[in-house]
């Protein structure tokens, strides 16, 4: 057959020949039914437009709209999966703005944490200890932790890597521990507890009890925390100790363009190792790539503009509104209820991994990335007497979002379960950080002084911008034009927290 030969042929006579080809009887053709479900239409209607082909082949117009809204879902979903990265390297920036950059300047919440600083739902009854490492520049690096701390070990894509603490393996006594490089190469000195990374950059979250008072926390942390690379152990540096109590610095990602911006500038930085093949390929689709220049053109640049809108409003939804199927249930404290109050791990799986335990469960990692730090699997155990467990409400009775200028009421049942003590915190919409207020430490509990009972031993909590008369030890501010939401924590939970035979009630819109 010539080339002058060839003819448009219709999808009938392309059966047609398909059968005669395949030797098939003429009774097997292929039906009209299946032939449109395999075929595309000259028109079809979607949400992005009309998209048009001719006998199947999309025109020029089409290709260029299919591909804005391709490049416009990778961004999101770039946005989405490299949240984590984002965030631990928007912790360790925060670290620097104080000044801790070496290993061995760490920074301590040594009058706690206020609502001073922007950082992801921190609490202001433990006291924080933050040291981070590059292993890039220190090679093998050393963290002797003191005894009595409780913390972990993260990568630079907020995985779990090891516990500090009675979860850990110095069982809360103390101990040295020798974090390894990627690509490191020896011999492994002895009388350590090995942690071996994935990646450079490591943060190490550790929190340490003030039973017996501030002073004596921190002193215990600045008498035996020692950091330093392993090629220093002979002559380690000395230890600088950076106060971030009542100081303003920044710990969380952006939520604009530049949230691509600071994700390659964390990709150039890191091991190529730190993510897998497929997420390495999404981001390169979007031209985000190791060893490359980030330079999108104009177009590319408002497509990410937008796509970042779109993923942000995503995670928010996400956090506050999280679906009620079988993939999110599990956030609920009481699923089988209408209530509002979450956890912060669907189903209590720090690594988002399903029920099954192999299969991703991407709204999870959203639903606990976007508004809180420090993965372990010590935080999602929850045993009677020890440790801490907490509720997070992000809505009222109605499922609405909480309005600064309106007046709400919590009511707790009498003898709240916690045997250290109980606490509500207070965080701000948009930062997810402690709502800056007239109270220093938005946070009213059991240890505020003058709390007021209930004649049956319970107690009702008010959030309003002026305190209800006779309730101000019961109150904690809030800001017209401002949102918020409220972490309920429960220090050493006892069993009716554990067994959910004591609840807190609903927060409710007082008329």
Same mark, same amino acid.
């Given at each position: 057959?010539?080339? @002058?030969?060839?003819?448009?042929?219709?999808?009938?006579?392309?059966?047609?020949?398909?059968?005669?080809?395949?030797?098939?009887?003429?009774? =097997? /053709?292929?039906?009209?039914?299946?032939?449109?479900?395999?075929?595309?239409?000259? /028109? %079809?209607?979607?949400?992005?437009?009309?998209?048009?082909?001719?006998?199947?082949?999309?025109?020029?117009?089409?290709?260029?709209?299919?591909?804005?809204?391709?490049?416009?879902?990778?961004?999101?979903?770039?946005?989405?999966? $490299?949240?984590?990265?984002?965030?631990? /390297?928007?912790?360790?920036?925060?670290?620097?703005?104080?000044?801790?950059?070496?290993?061995?300047?760490?920074?301590?919440?040594?009058?706690?944490?206020?609502?001073?600083?922007?950082?992801?739902?921190?609490?202001?009854?433990?006291?924080?200890?933050?040291?981070?490492?590059?292993?890039?520049? #220190?090679?093998?690096? %050393?963290?002797?932790?003191?005894?009595?701390?409780?913390?972990?070990?993260?990568?630079?894509? +907020?995985?779990?890597?090891?516990?500090?603490?009675?979860? $850990?393996? #110095?069982? !809360?006594?103390?101990?040295?521990?020798?974090?390894?490089?990627?690509?490191?190469?020896?011999?492994?000195?002895? !009388?350590?507890?090995?942690?071996?990374?994935?990646?450079?950059? %490591?943060?190490?979250?550790?929190?340490?009890?003030?039973?017996?008072?501030?002073?004596?926390?921190?002193?215990?942390?600045?008498?035996?925390?020692?950091?330093?690379?392993?090629?220093?152990?002979?002559?380690?540096?000395?230890?600088?100790?950076?106060?971030?109590?009542?100081?303003?610095?920044?710990?969380?990602?952006?939520?604009?363009?530049? +949230?691509?911006?600071?994700?390659?500038?964390?990709?150039?930085?890191?091991?190529? #190792?730190?993510?897998?093949?497929?997420?390495?390929?999404?981001?390169?689709?979007?031209?985000?790539?190791?060893?490359?220049?980030?330079?999108?053109?104009?177009?590319?640049?408002?497509?990410?503009?937008?796509?970042?809108?779109?993923?942000?409003?995503?995670?928010?939804?996400? %956090?506050?509104?999280?679906?009620?199927?079988?993939?999110?249930?599990?956030?609920?404290?009481?699923?089988?209820?209408?209530?509002?109050?979450?956890?912060?791990?669907?189903?209590?799986?720090?690594?988002?991994?399903?029920?099954?335990?192999?299969?991703?469960?991407?709204?999870?990692?959203?639903?606990?990335?976007?508004?809180?730090?420090?993965?372990?699997?010590?935080?999602?155990? @929850?045993?009677? !007497?020890?440790?801490?467990?907490?509720?997070?409400?992000?809505?009222?009775?109605?499922?609405?979002?909480?309005?600064?200028?309106?007046?709400?009421?919590?009511?707790?049942?009498?003898?709240?379960?916690?045997?250290?003590?109980?606490?509500?915190?207070?965080?701000?919409?948009?930062?997810?950080?402690?709502?800056?207020?007239?109270?220093?430490?938005?946070?009213?509990?059991?240890?505020?002084?003058?709390?007021?009972?209930?004649? #049956?031993?319970?107690?009702?909590?008010?959030?309003?911008?002026?305190?209800?008369?006779? +309730?101000?030890?019961?109150?904690?501010?809030?800001?017209?034009?401002?949102?918020? +939401?409220? =972490?309920?924590?429960?220090?050493?939970?006892?069993?009716?927290?554990?067994?959910?035979?004591?609840?807190?009630?609903?927060?409710?819109?007082?008329?």
């Amino acid at each position: 057959m010539k080339k @002058s030969d060839f003819r448009i042929i219709s999808s009938t006579a392309l059966v047609s020949l398909f059968t005669l080809f395949a030797g098939l009887p003429a009774a =097997a /053709q292929v039906s009209k039914e299946v032939l449109d479900s395999i075929s595309t239409p000259d /028109q %079809v209607e979607t949400s992005i437009g009309t998209l048009k082909f001719l006998d199947g082949a999309p025109s020029p117009e089409t290709a260029e709209m299919v591909y804005d809204y391709l490049d416009t879902m990778r961004g999101v979903d770039a946005f989405l999966k $490299g949240m984590p990265g984002a965030s631990l /390297q928007a912790l360790i920036h925060g670290n620097h703005e104080v000044g801790a950059l070496e290993c061995h300047q760490v920074m301590i919440m040594d009058k706690l944490m206020d609502s001073t600083s922007l950082f992801l739902t921190g609490n202001t009854s433990t006291m924080y200890v933050i040291p981070t490492l590059n292993l890039k520049r #220190d090679g093998a690096t %050393v963290v002797e932790a003191p005894p009595g701390m409780l913390g972990a070990f993260n990568d630079a894509w +907020f995985r779990y890597m090891q516990d500090i603490g009675p979860a $850990g393996p #110095d069982k !809360g006594k103390g101990g040295k521990y020798l974090v390894l490089p990627p690509d490191f190469k020896g011999e492994i000195a002895e !009388g350590y507890f090995v942690v071996q990374a994935k990646t450079y950059n %490591v943060w190490v979250f550790m929190r340490a009890s003030i039973a017996k008072g501030l002073e004596a926390a921190a002193k215990n942390v600045k008498e035996s925390l020692r950091i330093y690379p392993l090629s220093k152990k002979d002559n380690p540096p000395i230890m600088e100790f950076i106060s971030g109590s009542f100081v303003s610095f920044n710990t969380i990602h952006a939520n604009n363009y530049l +949230f691509y911006e600071h994700l390659n500038e964390w990709i150039q930085e890191e091991h190529l #190792d730190m993510l897998d093949p497929e997420t390495r390929g999404l981001f390169a689709s979007i031209g985000i790539e190791k060893g490359k220049p980030f330079s999108p053109d104009e177009r590319m640049k408002n497509i990410l503009t937008d796509a970042v809108k779109i993923a942000n409003a995503t995670a928010r939804s996400i %956090v506050w509104h999280p679906r009620t199927d079988e993939t999110m249930k599990g956030v609920r404290i009481y699923p089988d209820t209408d209530s509002a109050w979450l956890m912060g791990w669907v189903d209590k799986n720090v690594f988002f991994n399903g029920k099954d335990g192999q299969t991703m469960n991407s709204d999870a990692r959203v639903m606990f990335h976007y508004p809180y730090t420090a993965v372990t699997p010590a935080m999602a155990v @929850s045993k009677a !007497g020890v440790g801490s467990d907490y509720g997070i409400a992000y809505v009222d009775s109605n499922k609405r979002p909480f309005d600064g200028s309106q007046v709400y009421k919590l009511h707790l049942p009498a003898n709240p379960p916690a045997k250290a003590f109980w606490a509500l915190t207070m965080y701000d919409n948009q930062t997810r950080s402690q709502l800056q207020t007239s109270q220093k430490f938005p946070t009213v509990g059991s240890q505020t002084e003058g709390l007021k009972k209930n004649a #049956d031993g319970s107690y009702d909590i008010y959030f309003s911008p002026e305190p209800p008369k006779g +309730f101000e030890n019961n109150w904690l501010a809030t800001v017209p034009g401002k949102g918020w +939401f409220v =972490a309920l924590r429960m220090y050493a939970p006892l069993e009716p927290w554990i067994e959910k035979t004591w609840r807190p009630g609903e927060i409710e819109l007082v008329k």
